[in-house]
DNA sequence: TGAGTTTTTGAAAGCGCTTTGAAAGCCAGT
DNA sequence: ACTGGCTTTCAAAGCGCTTTCAAAAACTCA
């Protein structure tokens, strides 16, 4: 059943069918009683295209998930992100529309969302230290929100992300405090946005401790666990094997574990591991005794706020862009202990 | 730029333009040449709400993913599948619409979606053994595949699924060939078709070996590494503790092995262990050589394939049902070795 | 009762595209 | 020059809704 139908069948017109459905005043309240009781009977539901058309809003959200040729695992990390943005999606009566694009043909891609026109904002994954896409965007005029930052970026735009300086930076101290000098970083692609950060904030703790840092104690790559499993294995065959270890994900941890084990070392004695941990829904950090120390923040919770930003952005379009830092949470887990003597 | 301000720019009617830009024959060689040329010139691309008005088809399919607010957990193959779905869209030009939906809020949800119209076509996640939304979408017309199949359903529909039954079947006839007896299976959510057909597969290979099941040894919930973890724990306190397990993911695995770890046992010594393994991109079962025995069906290949069998439907409304079964592989790794006597 | 207000309804245009049905342009054949 | 048959183009209707502008209906008050 459409508009014209309901309207014919109830003996009003189109319009006045309309204002009633949408909540307009000008409406008799007995008409739009009437109105509604007949839409809910003949299950009547506007039709979403006819109507974006006649409004010019789509009520619709774009997630752009880069998709790597090279690197083609899509990050755990998007699935917590976008169940958390739909949440406040679905609250506020918009849709969300996934998009996955290739490397490379990323402005072809924004160019063409933008001039289809069926989206009213765009939610940005996965920024790179020098992303191209936020300008474009800018220029493009469509409503966005970057899900973490762009360092090499001037221009400013709206974005969500984790404090992961800080929380990388204060991970390092800890395990500074607990005596280890021989610290490892494993750490994500290093051209992504949050892996660059979070290295900063790994350097940063060792200068100011005063330790050297030493390359064969940095790995960068995808963020898998046998990334973690590997670089653990060739550091600790290193003729001074690191006491500890930061890793940039659970999973990472879990590969990090996996070659203590194999090397019979006991963690959280011989060699002590501090993951960050996005708080993932599937995998979590143990149950009530955490099993790692970590920082810890939620990505779900990110999705959330971030969503409702975007929310904000469309329906002020006028207004400033807005940031959002959020800061991870250090937990306590049993995968930290003094250095070794 | 819009069409009118195309056909104007080139002075041309709207209707040659168009018929130009979407290859119909009647339109001289030299004119179209001229349109695509200025439309590129001009970055125009059509509105695609107003082609969708006009066609009636939409160019976007929906996946819709229940939320259940007792499992608040989105599944991580989810992320897998839809990204393997996204490949095969995006190959043929459609959009992806992703839904949550709460629990029992399914009926309306559908319903909502068919009038709406604004998706040709719906992918089902997570089908329950008895799930009424397999029925509602058949009466509503809409075309749609599910991911995975509804036992007690018996109206012929779509799916594509993997063949539970028989991988659990295969994975504890080979324990048995071990020598294994008490065999532990730790599942999902029973509810969930695809646990109800693991389950079966374990118990049917239990039988035809003359094992009695021990329902002390069978478990299940969200497959999560607690999961895993503390349900091997109270397995492994039993007077009589299995000496292999059975688990339905390998998140679920790392939590069982981090339980016999925790009692000094030794993974394919004193313990066996074989799990399922969605092959997921991030959470690979090791690198080249696998951690543990497991039973591999990759779950974005079955997205790449859901995702045909959809368009599919939608191109050929008329066809009867299809279905697809996925055989899974059968993986050997380290995880499993003779029952210790 | 009737002029002036206010409330309530409706006809029609418009959103940007496709598609039908008609017309114009072109060519060969008489 | 004219007809018939192609090829190529166009005007206009229609997809299902919102919204503007105008008209009708219902009050208010002298």
Redesign the pocket.
């Known amino acids: 059943m459409?508009?014209?139908e309901l309207a014919e069948h109830l003996?009003?017109?189109?319009?006045?069918v309309?204002?009633a459905?949408?909540g307009y005043p000008?409406?008799?309240?007995a008409?739009r009683l009437r109105v509604e009781a007949a839409a809910r009977a003949n299950n009547?539901?506007?039709?979403g295209r006819?109507?974006s058309?006649?409004?010019?809003r789509t009520m619709t959200v774009g997630h752009v998930i880069p998709l790597s040729k090279k690197h083609e695992m899509v990050n755990p990390v998007f699935g917590d992100f976008v169940t958390g943005a739909a949440e406040s999606f679905l609250a506020s009566g918009y849709d969300l529309m996934l998009s996955l694009v290739e490397d490379g043909k990323e402005e072809e891609h924004y160019r063409t969302i933008k001039a289809r026109g069926n989206v009213d904002g765009i939610i940005v994954h996965g920024p790179r230290m020098h992303d191209s896409r936020i300008e474009l965007l800018n220029e493009l005029e469509l409503p966005f929100v970057v899900h973490g930052r762009a360092t090499d970026v001037t221009t400013p735009y709206s974005w969500i992300d984790m404090n992961n300086f800080r929380a990388f930076c204060r991970a390092t101290e800890f395990l500074i405090t607990l005596g280890h000098k021989r610290i490892a970083l494993i750490n994500g692609l290093e051209f992504m946005d949050f892996a660059h950060r979070r290295k900063l904030g790994y350097l940063t703790a060792l200068e100011s401790a005063g330790i050297k840092p030493n390359h064969d104690y940095i790995a960068g790559g995808e963020m898998t666990e046998e990334h973690g499993y590997s670089n653990a294995m060739k550091m600790l065959d290193l003729p001074e094997p690191p006491t500890a270890f930061l890793t940039s994900s659970l999973v990472v941890a879990l590969g990090v574990r996996r070659a203590l084990q194999d090397r019979n070392l006991v963690m959280g004695r011989d060699v002590s591991i501090i993951t960050h941990d996005d708080d993932l829904g599937y995998l979590r950090n143990g149950g009530d005794v955490p099993i790692f120390t970590a920082t810890r923040s939620s990505v779900r919770e990110a999705g959330r706020l971030g969503a409702d930003m975007l929310l904000d952005m469309i329906a002020n379009p006028s207004d400033t862009p807005k940031q959002h830092l959020l800061e991870a949470d250090m937990i306590l887990g049993g995968s930290t202990g003094p250095a070794p003597i």
């Open positions: 459409n508009l014209k003996n009003l017109s189109q319009t006045t309309s204002r459905l949408n000008e409406v008799k309240e008409t009547y539901t506007p039709n006819a109507k058309l006649a409004t010019g």
